[in-house]
C-alpha cells in the first residue's frame, strides 16, 4: 500500500529554522516526483513545487522561490521541506504527495501544521 | 502563470440531485501532441487532505464512484456529481498540470440542502 506520512505539528517563533519531513512507502521512491502544497488556515491549494527523488531535481513555484528548500534523503525514502527563517505568514498546513503516473497528484500525506509565532 | 478560476463557490444540492462544478482555465490546458487536457479534480473533506477523483480531465481514478464525472477541454472543464450523496459534502478543486506552477482552482464547497 502506497503510503506518504509526514512529520508532526510544529510550533515555531518567526525566525526559527525548521525542517518538516515526509516518509514514503509501498512504492520505489525515486520514479515519482514529490510535490508540497500550502493551505492557509481556511484557505485553498497552493502548489509550491516538486522535487524529483532520483536526481533532487526541483521545480519551485516562483512565489516560494528563495523562502523554502526541498530535499531528499534516498536511503531513508524521505523527503523535506524547510524554512532557515520562519515568518508569522508562513503558519499554514503544509501536505506532501506523490505525482503520480498520471501527472496528478495522485496519493497525499496526512499533513503537516506548522505554526509560526511569538 | 495559469489563473484557474472555479463557479460556483459554494452550492447546496439536495441528496439524490445533481451538482455541477465549473473550472475555467486563463490558458488552454489541452496538449494537442497527446490530446490531452491537463486538469484534475480533488476533494477535500474536513480535517482530510485533498483526494484525487479525476485526472486528465475525465479519467476517474480507482475506487471513485461513478456517480462522479468530468468533462470539457481546452479552457472550460466541469465536475459533476450525479447523485449527491451526504459522504460527498466537502470542497472540489481543480488543478491545471500542463505547466508549472501547476495552480489550484479556489475551490467550491459542496454542501447538502
Known amino acids: 500500500e502506497v503510503q506518504l506520512v509526514q512529520s508532526g505539528a510544529e510550533v515555531k517563533k518567526p525566525g526559527e529554522s525548521l525542517k518538516i519531513s515526509c516518509q514514503v512507502s509501498g512504492y520505489s521512491f525515486t520514479t515519482y516526483w514529490i510535490g508540497w502544497v500550502r493551505q492557509m488556515p481556511g484557505k485553498g491549494l497552493e502548489w509550491m513545487g516538486i522535487i524529483h527523488p532520483g536526481d533532487s531535481d526541483t521545480r519551485y513555484n516562483p512565489s516560494f522561490q528563495g523562502q523554502v528548500t526541498f530535499s531528499v534523503d534516498k536511503s531513508i525514502n524521505t523527503a523535506y521541506l524547510q524554512w532557515s527563517s520562519l515568518k508569522a505568514s508562513d503558519t499554514a498546513m503544509y501536505y506532501c504527495?506523490?505525482?503520480?503516473?498520471?501527472?496528478?497528484?495522485?496519493?497525499w500525506g496526512q499533513g503537516t501544521f506548522v505554526t509560526a509565532s511569538s | 502563470d495559469i489563473v484557474m478560476t472555479q463557479s460556483p463557490d459554494s452550492l447546496a444540492v439536495s441528496l439524490g440531485e445533481r451538482a455541477t462544478i465549473n473550472c475555467k482555465s486563463s490558458?488552454?490546458?489541452?496538449?494537442?501532441?497527446?490530446?490531452?487536457?491537463?486538469l484534475a479534480w480533488y476533494q477535500q473533506k474536513p480535517g482530510q487532505p485533498p483526494k484525487l477523483l479525476i485526472s486528465?480531465?475525465?479519467t476517474r481514478e480507482s475506487g471513485v464512484p461513478d456517480r462522479f464525472s468530468g468533462s470539457g477541454s481546452g479552457t472550460d472543464f466541469t465536475l459533476t456529481i450525479s447523485s449527491l450523496q451526504a459522504d460527498d459534502v466537502a470542497v472540489y478543486y481543480c488543478q491545471q498540470y500542463y505547466v508549472p506552477p501547476r495552480t489550484f482552482g479556489q475551490g467550491t464547497k459542496v454542501e447538502i440542502k
Open positions: 490558458q488552454n490546458v489541452l496538449y494537442s501532441s497527446n490530446s490531452k487536457n491537463y
Open positions: 486528465w480531465a475525465s
Open positions: 504527495a506523490r505525482q503520480g503516473g498520471s501527472q496528478a497528484f495522485d496519493r
